[in-house]
C-alpha cells in the first residue's frame, strides 16, 4: 500500500471515531402496518427529516419486444402529474414543500425514493401515492420526456465510454434483458404509448413484489400507518415476466469499435459473484486490492503511477439477481494501448496465481471497514443502505455482523477466490479508439 492511502486510512480511522453513534451503531426496527405491508426503519429525531426508499423486485426487468425502454420511460414520468394534478401543478407541489421524489429503472428492480421535511409528509405521502396509484402520463409530459432520453441516446452514442458498455453487455449477454439498453433504442422509444405506461404500471407495481426502508424522523407507528397510505392500494398481486438466470458469455474475446479519437477506452470482465456467493467478501477484499482501492490498488500502481499509461484504472463487482460480473477499464492514449492491457492482463494473473501480501489484507480491510460508517452521509444514504440489505437478504443484524464478515477473510480465501474468478484467457476485452499493438478477434464499425 502507498504512503498515501496509508495516510488516509489513518485519518478514515479517526474520523469514524469522531462520528455520531447513530452512524456506528444503529438500531433497525422491523415494522409492520396493519395491512401487512413490511419495512425496516432507522429512527432518528435529531433532523426533522423523513426519508423512503422502495423496490418492486423484478419489476421492469423485461421490457416487451420492440418497446424497450418501457420501464426507463414510466419511471422519468411517474412523477411529471398524477391524480388531480397535471404535471405543472404535481412539480409546484413538490417544489413549495420541499419535497424530494424520484423513480429509477433498474436491470433488477424498479424503485423510487421520498425526501421530505417531518412537518411536510402527509403532503409527501399523498403525492408519492397519487404518482404510484394515478399516474396520468398525458401525452404532453410523455412526449417531453421521450425526447429527452431520445436526446441522451444520440449525444451518448458518440461517447467512447458509452459505446464500450454498450458492446461489452450486449456481446455478454445476447437475448437477455442484462444486455439491453436500459433506456430503450431510437426505434424502440417512439413506439411506446401512454396506454402502455398505464399498464405497465397496473401490472408490475404489486405489493407482493414491495420492499421498503426509511430512515428519520418518523416512529414506527406512524410509518406503519403511512405503508398503507401510500402503497396500500395497489394490487396485492403483480404479473412480472420471469428472467432467467443467464451465463455471461463472450470470454476470451477483443472487439474492437474503431473510432477517430486520441485515447482508448479499454473494459474488461468475465463472470463474478453475486451477492448471495459465500465468497462475496474475498471477493470484495481481492478487488479493493486488485483496482478497487483507488492510488492503493496494484492496477493504478502499475499502469499509472509506474508507467504513466493512464490517468485511471479500476477494477470492481457487479453483482445481479441472475449473473455477475469482475471488471476491470480504464483509458489511455492510442499508442500504448497495447502496453496498458497487457499490464492489465498480468495483474489479472498475478492476483490469481501469486493472491496477496498480509500487509495489502490488513489494508484492505481497515478501509473497507473503516469507510463504510462514512456511507452513513444523510438520511436518505442511510434509508438506501437500509434498503440494500433487504435486498440483498443479510439479515436485520448485517450491520453489526458486516465487519466481522470482512475481517474473517484470510489470504487463503483471497487467493482461493482469485483463482476461481480470474483467468486472463476468459476475458472478454472491448477496446473504442485506434489502439497500437492490439489484434482484435473482431473489429465492429460503427458501434453503438
Not at 412539480?91 to 425514493?113: E, P, T, Y
Not at 403525492?127 to 398525458?138: G, I, K, S, W
Not at 474503431?258 to 465468497?279: E, I
Not at 456511507?375 to 438506501?384: D, E, K, N, V, Y
Request: hydrophobic residues 40%.
Amino acid at each position: 500500500m502507498t504512503v498515501r492511502l496509508r495516510a488516509l486510512s489513518v485519518l478514515l480511522l479517526a474520523f469514524v471515531l469522531l462520528l455520531p453513534a447513530a452512524a456506528r451503531a444503529v438500531e433497525i426496527k422491523r415494522v409492520l402496518s396493519p395491512g401487512g405491508i413490511e419495512a425496516w426503519l432507522i429512527e432518528d429525531h435529531k433532523v426533522p427529516v423523513i426519508a423512503l426508499e422502495w423496490a418492486f423486485e423484478g419489476a421492469g426487468g423485461t421490457d416487451p419486444k420492440g418497446k424497450e425502454g418501457l420501464a426507463n420511460l414510466a419511471a422519468r414520468t411517474l412523477d411529471e402529474g398524477a391524480g388531480p394534478y397535471d404535471s405543472q401543478a404535481f412539480q409546484a407541489r413538490l417544489q413549495d414543500n420541499a419535497i424530494g421524489l424520484g423513480f429509477s429503472a433498474g436491470r433488477d428492480a424498479f424503485g423510487g425514493n421520498l425526501r421530505t421535511l417531518a412537518d411536510r409528509r402527509d403532503e409527501a405521502f399523498d403525492l408519492v401515492r397519487l404518482a404510484l396509484t394515478e399516474p396520468r402520463f398525458d401525452a404532453e409530459a410523455v412526449e417531453r420526456m421521450r425526447a429527452a432520453t431520445l436526446s441522451e441516446l444520440r449525444r451518448e452514442q458518440a461517447d467512447p465510454n458509452y459505446v464500450a458498455r454498450r458492446l461489452f453487455y450486449g456481446t455478454a449477454f445476447p437475448d437477455h434483458p442484462y444486455g439491453e439498453e436500459l433506456r430503450g433504442t431510437l426505434d424502440s422509444l417512439p413506439k411506446i404509448t401512454p396506454d402502455d405506461l398505464r399498464g405497465f404500471v397496473k401490472q408490475q407495481f404489486g405489493r407482493d413484489r414491495l420492499l421498503v426502508a426509511a430512515a428519520g424522523a418518523i416512529t414506527p407507528d406512524d410509518l406503519g400507518k403511512a405503508l398503507d397510505r401510500i402503497f396500500g392500494a395497489l394490487p396485492g398481486k403483480s404479473d412480472v415476466p420471469a428472467v432467467r438466470d443467464v451465463a455471461m458469455k463472450g470470454g476470451g474475446e477483443t472487439l474492437l469499435v474503431p473510432r477517430p479519437t486520441a485515447q482508448t477506452v479499454m473494459l474488461m470482465g468475465q463472470a463474478g459473484v453475486k451477492r448471495s456467493d459465500p465468497d462475496w467478501y474475498a471477493a470484495s477484499v481481492m478487488n479493493y486490492i486488485l483496482g478497487g482501492g483507488g492510488f492503493g490498488s496494484r492496477l493504478m500502481e502499475e499502469v499509472r503511477e509506474k508507467r504513466g499509461l493512464s490517468y485511471g484504472v479500476y477494477s470492481y463487482l457487479i453483482p445481479m439477481d441472475h449473473a455477475a460480473t469482475v471488471m476491470a477499464g480504464g483509458s489511455t492514449v492510442n499508442a500504448k494501448a497495447g502496453d496498458a492491457l497487457e499490464i492489465m492482463r498480468k495483474e489479472w494473473k498475478r492476483m490469481a496465481d501469486e493472491g496477496v501480501t498480509e500487509q495489502e489484507l490488513t489494508d484492505a480491510k481497515t478501509y473497507l471497514t473503516g469507510s463504510f460508517p462514512l456511507q452513513f452521509s444523510s438520511t436518505q444514504a442511510i434509508a438506501r443502505i437500509l434498503l440494500q440489505v433487504r435486498r440483498d437478504r443479510l439479515g436485520i443484524d448485517f450491520l453489526d455482523r458486516r465487519d466481522a464478515l470482512i475481517n474473517a477473510v484470510t489470504r487463503e480465501d483471497v487467493q482461493r477466490v482469485a483463482k476461481r474468478l480470474l483467468d486472463p484467457s476468459s476475458l472478454l476485452t472491448v477496446l473504442v479508439g485506434r489502439p497500437d499493438g492490439v489484434t482484435p478477434s473482431r473489429t465492429i464499425n460503427g458501434g453503438s
